[in-house]
């Protein structure tokens, strides 16, 4: 029949050619999702180093980008800490509290996480580091930095250690020194957080 609408048929037929071009596209590629792991998520120089970034990283990121931060450190426990563990929660995806579950369990909690990329902010070594949850690969890429300026020496499961050209400038001397393979992001690969709580740094001390 001939259509009352001043439009006639279009809206129709344009609603109907878009459902048929969406159901013919292909999928929308999956979102990357990093996962930060820590003993130090609490008042700590991490957690003043690694806050600004990965808010700063929250705000500028991609939307398919996902971020999740995994607690060793007994957040629920420690007043003084508990502040830099909700500015980290509230700037992450996702937040998760390991410290009371056993190495199989917490295990299988960064399982369930499905995480692309697990960086490992203890460098293994560092107090209250639990090495054996990255040996269990949780994650199929898995990266060092921050809490340790050096190689973990366990290449079989941390891939990657994160630096800049300043830190660990290129040579056949350095790559020797790292089982690991060096992520060289532009200098400097540290963040800085520090100016948010002494504000005179900016300002110059007099």
Do not use: C, M
């Not at 971020?67 to 995806?93: E, K, Q, Y």
């Not at 917490?106 to 070594?125: H, K, T």
């Amino acid at each position: 029949g001939v259509s009352d609408s001043p439009l006639g048929s279009f809206p129709a037929a344009a609603a109907a050619a878009a459902a048929a071009a969406a159901a013919s596209s292909p999928p929308p590629p999956p979102a990357l999702h990093v996962g930060f792991l820590s003993s130090d998520f609490k008042q700590h120089p991490v957690s003043t180093l690694f806050a600004p970034a990965l808010e700063a990283l929250r705000r500028r990121a991609p939307a398919r980008l996902r971020l999740s931060v995994f607690a060793l450190n007994d957040v629920a426990g420690d007043a003084r800490g508990a502040p830099w563990w909700r500015r980290l929660a509230a700037a992450a995806h996702a937040s998760h509290d390991l410290h009371s579950l056993d190495d199989a369990a917490a295990a299988a909690a960064l399982g369930r996480a499905r995480i692309d990329l697990l960086v490992d902010l203890n460098g293994l070594y560092s107090r209250g580091a639990r090495p054996q949850l990255v040996a269990a690969r949780a994650a199929p890429l898995q990266a060092t930095h921050l809490g340790f300026g050096a190689s973990t020496g366990a290449a079989a499961f941390v891939g990657l250690a994160v630096a800049d050209r300043i830190a660990l400038p290129p040579s056949a001397a350095i790559a020797a020194a790292y089982d690991e393979k060096l992520l060289l992001l532009p200098p400097p690969h540290l963040p800085a957080g520090h100016g948010a709580l002494f504000a005179q740094l900016r300002r110059g001390a007099p």
